[in-house]
């Protein structure tokens, strides 16, 4: 019986429950006894009547014997979160913030982290709000074993709201990398963090969504988004924790939650794993990120109107509305009015999403185009340049 399947149990009702469960004993070849039994506890259950000791007896039976099926399953969950455990920190900052003119205040912030290995190095991943501002001395990384260090160095990324510390100390246990471009809306995954300073925490859940963007993060300016969703429980505190997938690997890193009260109402937010660890990289490589420019200006209301008069049996893709003089749209002749239907081989969904392939993409990087141009698809190849020296010249 697949995992799903039993876990999808937990949404049923009382009378479906113990149907599946009947039919399930069936299937693993149990006593009929027990289809009998169970029988009898349904209408007991059911009809909310008395019930008889020999009925109590009867229904303790098929408990016992559902409940050590389904705990065989739930196997699976508890090895994650005690594979993923140790990897997991709890982070202290001292961030400094803007308090009126020539001033700063400083606010104890506090969040989550999970350690990677890297090159034979260790490093903390986390979200750049938890430790904003603050140098290596004002942060304090608690480890899984009660221990506490601090990093030996720091980068941030404000773009993407990611964070990286490099550490050192004896037995670290460093978490596995998973595939985030893999992951299925539906796949079932853990959130591991500190709600509340409440450490390692574990909560379950799915993918409810991918590819979110142009979410309003508060303050916050992220401005290359493409968030996975997740309804796993996430509050303050959860920042910069892992989101993990049932095979115990990485897929993303929680970062945000959708919320009128400012506590989880079901709706979290984590980047992925493998758009983290792009900047990541560059981080630990360079101590900076360097971003590709393409030099367009698209159509943020493109809709199913003008796909309609442009021959597009709905809206999908970037639509063109300018092209920035000497940019690689210039040289590829990109033309106003084109819709960027692929960039790099991958299907552009909209305007938002071409940015954040872009913004993803390594400076200089030769990229296969498709287009639609006059009711036809055109491909074309365009060699990426470096956002800033564009932005400088703006």
Same mark, same amino acid.
């Given at each position: ?5 039993s876990l999808f149990l937990r949404l049923m009702s009382k009378a479906t429950l113990i149907a599946c469960l009947t039919s399930t004993l069936v299937v693993y070849g149990l006593p009929p006894g027990h289809v009998v039994a169970q029988d009898a506890a349904t209408v007991a259950v059911e009809r909310r009547g008395p019930v008889t000791a020999e009925q109590r007896a009867e229904l303790y039976q098929t408990l ?5 099926? %389904?705990? &065989?399953? &739930? ?5 994650? &979160?005690? %594979? ?25 912030e506090a969040g989550s982290g999970v350690i990677i290995e890297q090159d034979d190095q260790y490093y903390v991943l986390t979200n750049r709000h938890v430790i904003c501002n603050s140098s290596p001395e004002q942060i304090k990384i608690n480890l899984a074993d009660g221990r506490q260090i601090r990093p030996a160095k720091i980068w941030g990324d404000a773009d993407t709201d990611i964070a990286v510390m490099r ?15 893999? $992951?299925?809306? !539906? ?5 591991? @963090? ?20 142009? =979410? ?24 910069? !924790? ?5 095979? @115990? ?12 009260? !400012? ?19 560059? =981080? ?13 200006? %698209?159509?943020?209301?493109? @809709? ?7 021959? %597009? ?10 092209? $920035? ?26 305007? &938002? ?5 872009? @913004? ?35």
């Amino acid at each position: 019986m697949p995992l799903c399947r039993s876990l999808f149990l937990r949404l049923m009702s009382k009378a479906t429950l113990i149907a599946c469960l009947t039919s399930t004993l069936v299937v693993y070849g149990l006593p009929p006894g027990h289809v009998v039994a169970q029988d009898a506890a349904t209408v007991a259950v059911e009809r909310r009547g008395p019930v008889t000791a020999e009925q109590r007896a009867e229904l303790y039976q098929t408990l016992e014997d559902h409940a050590r099926f %389904l705990d &065989a399953q &739930a196997v699976v969950v508890k090895t994650v &979160a005690k %594979l993923i455990g140790p990897t997991v920190v709890y982070i202290e900052s001292d961030v400094s913030t803007p308090a009126g003119r020539n001033s700063t205040r400083h606010v104890e912030e506090a969040g989550s982290g999970v350690i990677i290995e890297q090159d034979d190095q260790y490093y903390v991943l986390t979200n750049r709000h938890v430790i904003c501002n603050s140098s290596p001395e004002q942060i304090k990384i608690n480890l899984a074993d009660g221990r506490q260090i601090r990093p030996a160095k720091i980068w941030g990324d404000a773009d993407t709201d990611i964070a990286v510390m490099r550490v050192s100390a004896p037995d670290l246990v460093a978490a596995r990398l998973g595939d985030s471009n893999g $992951t299925e809306v !539906g796949d079932f995954v853990l959130a591991v @963090g500190s709600p509340f300073g409440l450490t390692h925490s574990v909560t379950f859940g799915i993918v409810s969504a991918k590819g979110r963007r142009d =979410l309003q993060l508060g303050d916050a300016d992220v401005r290359f988004q493409d968030f996975l969703q997740t309804d796993a429980s996430i509050n303050p505190g959860n920042s910069g !924790g892992p989101l993990v997938n049932l095979k @115990g690997e990485i897929i993303g890193i929680n970062s945000a939650i959708a919320s009128n009260s !400012g506590r989880n109402e079901g709706i979290g937010f984590a980047i992925p794993i493998n758009m983290f660890m792009v900047v990541g990289r560059q =981080l630990i490589e360079r101590g900076k990120v360097t971003r590709a420019f393409l030099g367009v200006n %698209l159509d943020g209301k493109f @809709g199913p109107a003008m796909a309609a008069e442009i021959g %597009l049996p709905f809206p999908v893709g970037a639509r063109v509305t300018g092209i $920035t003089k000497g940019a690689p749209a210039e040289s590829a002749r990109l033309q106003v009015g084109d819709v960027i239907l692929e960039f790099d081989r991958i299907p552009v969904e909209d305007d &938002a999403h071409l940015v954040n392939l872009v @913004g993803m993409t390594e400076v200089g990087k030769k990229v296969p185009l498709q287009i639609f141009r006059d009711r036809k698809t055109v491909n074309m190849d365009v060699v990426v340049g470096d956002r800033a020296g564009f932005e400088r010249k703006e």
